[in-house]
């Protein structure tokens, strides 16, 4: 069902035609209820992508996405691309400002931005910061009331902006130069302006879409330095989401509950565009917690689960857990991070798992690398990341680099030559940062970042292998280890502890298991508990905050 399709659009005209009733979104959020056909959200995106072909979208243009996980981001990515546009999301944890930044890069010319949303108003965040620096870096007006003077306008390339009503306090309303000499519209009015001649010719735009266009462009996580925009093509973005879907068995039985941030790829492509693909109903989730999240996986039956081991960990610990039915759970899939075994274990035990997998991609592959599979053994799980996909190779280079090749790898960076061919060799070899080792069965195992690695007294120290050994000390939850200056030794460990909530854990006590369980140039120096890492919304620590 899944291997005849190289663009969204076809993808999701499929899915009307093969389960027209069959639930396709379920977003009951708090003060929310709505729950949609593939019929019906076909019919939405048909119409979204008129009232954009009215507004001016011509093929290739580019808008941003900054709002956080509903049903109003899958049918506004699917409406930009069904127009035949190219769909550019924004962090939703981004100021005002770097959200403009991605604005001005991108070149967009619309942009769907939710009302207020973890109490800010996100349009007056854009005003604000288009108000302070003008298109030429030179300081203006700021703050909301200088929208009439048009600085929004002025600093991009915008001509609308479509706002989600996510809460009743929005303070910006639609109308012309609403946000700083752009027009905005709420949502339900774009869509609204759908006629029959309009309807024609979003159709139209969808039947001209082909594999070898601009799907979207998703900006990497930047933990290394400035974001770069990855490029992808429907038929590699398409490609991606089939085989994570094919590898993990997804089925229109299955509702799959997302978490992860729909501008992230594990969130887009490994989220609800795979639902599109093999018919799996969509539950949103906009901000996460447990009490949330065992209550929809109770209420709607919840098949499929996926995040960083983190979120698997705090739904074992929670002492609520026995309170909510949450036998319907088949699949998990997790990655970002160290997996114990033990808790593969208990996800399997507790949670009633038949499949837990993990994986490893990154933005430039869609997302996609490799992946372990249905029957692979826990050890396997925890300590590998798997086998590379069909379509990918994946090799070892020089300084056990990790490289890989095929059809999902990016066509580069945003105007970025010069990046793009320091990561992309002529051989087609992308250069993934990361250091690894292959097994005999061709499991990838990551060691760790080769910007992670520091030099202690002339030995390379790789901390994913100290992590991986703090993860079998009793009362650790995670941990996260960095190299700190040291007169003597160039460099030595800390490492940064979340502790078990019950645990008494001390720094003495940690040091004494790295002696005993390392040698002695790996072993951490110093301890600091601390009660979360930063992270990045793919789950990845955000090591540079800790150093």
């Known amino acids: 069902m899944s291997t005849t399709v190289e663009t ?22 708090p003060g929310q209820d709505t729950r949609w056909t593939w019929a019906h959200l076909l019919d939405e995106v048909r119409r979204f992508a008129a009232g954009l072909v009215l507004r001016g979208l011509a093929p290739g243009d580019r808008v941003v996405i900054w709002a956080p996980n509903t049903r109003h981001w899958v049918v506004a990515a699917l409406g930009v691309q069904f127009a035949g546009g190219t769909v550019v999301p924004a962090n939703t944890r981004y100021t005002g400002s770097e959200t403009l930044e991605i604005i001005q890069r991108t070149h967009a010319v619309a942009a769907v931005v939710a009302g207020t949303f ?21 300081t203006g007006a700021t703050g909301a009331t200088g929208a009439t003077a ?67 462009i998703l900006f990497t996580s930047g933990t290394t330095g400035k974001s770069k925009g990855v490029v992808a093509l429907h038929r590699q973005t398409v490609a991606g989401s089939r085989a994570w879907g094919s590898n993990n068995g997804l089925t229109d039985r299955d509702g799959y509950l997302i978490a992860n941030p729909f501008f992230h790829s594990f969130g887009y492509k490994a989220g609800f565009l795979a639902c599109v693909l093999f018919g799996v109903t969509i539950v949103p989730l906009s901000v996460y917690s447990t009490t949330e999240t065992m209550r929809l996986i109770r209420d709607e039956k919840i098949t499929i689960l996926t995040g960083a081991p983190t979120i698997f960990q705090t739904l074992l610990d929670d002492p609520a857990r026995g309170d909510y039915d949450l036998s319907s759970l088949r699949v ?3 990655g970002a991070s160290v997996v114990p075994v033990a808790l593969i274990e208990r996800m399997q035990s507790d949670l009633g798992l038949e499949t837990v997998i993990t994986a490893y991609g990154q933005t430039e592959t869609m997302g996609f690398i490799t992946t372990t599979r249905t029957g692979d053994d826990d050890v396997t799980v925890s300590t590998t990341c798997g086998r590379a996909y069909p379509g990918m190779e994946i090799r070892i280079g020089e300084h056990g680099e990790i490289l890989t090749r095929g059809e999902m790898v990016m066509q580069g960076y945003l105007d970025d030559p010069e990046n793009t061919a320091k990561t992309i060799d002529p051989d087609g070899w992308l250069h993934t940062g990361d250091v690894g080792e292959i097994d005999a069965d061709g499991n990838l ?39 700190v200056p040291d007169d003597r030794m160039g460099e030595v460990g800390k490492a940064f502890i979340v502790r078990r909530e019950d645990s008494t854990l001390n720094e003495q006590e940690v040091l004494d298991f790295c002696r005993e369980q390392l040698a002695n140039f790996k072993r951490p120096r110093t301890v600091e508990f601390v009660e979360s890492l930063p992270r990045n919304a793919s789950g990845k620590v955000l090591k540079t905050e800790l150093r």
């Open 8 to 29: 969204t659009p076809a993808a999701l005209r499929r899915a009307a035609r093969s389960w027209p009733e069959r639930e396709a979104i379920v977003d009951v959020q």
């Open 118 to 138: 973890l109490g800010t108003e996100r349009i007056v965040d854009l005003v604000d910061a288009a108000g302070a620096t003008d298109a030429t870096g030179a």
């Open 150 to 216: 048009g600085p929004l306008a002025g600093a991009t390339s915008l001509r609308t902006i479509v706002r989600i009503p996510l809460d009743a306090g929005d303070t910006v309303r639609a109308g012309a130069g609403a946000a700083g000499g752009v027009d905005v519209l709420d949502f339900d009015d774009l869509r609204a302006l759908a006629t029959d001649d309009l309807l024609a010719r979003a159709d139209a735009r969808a039947d001209a879409v082909t594999g070898d266009d601009v799907a979207d």
């Open 332 to 334: 998990a899939v997790t």
């Open 445 to 483: 195992r990551i060691t760790d970042r080769l910007k992670d690695m520091y030099i202690n007294g002339g030995f390379n120290v790789y901390p994913a292998e100290i992590e991986q050994t703090l993860a079998r000390l009793d009362g650790v939850v995670e941990s996260a280890v960095i190299g």
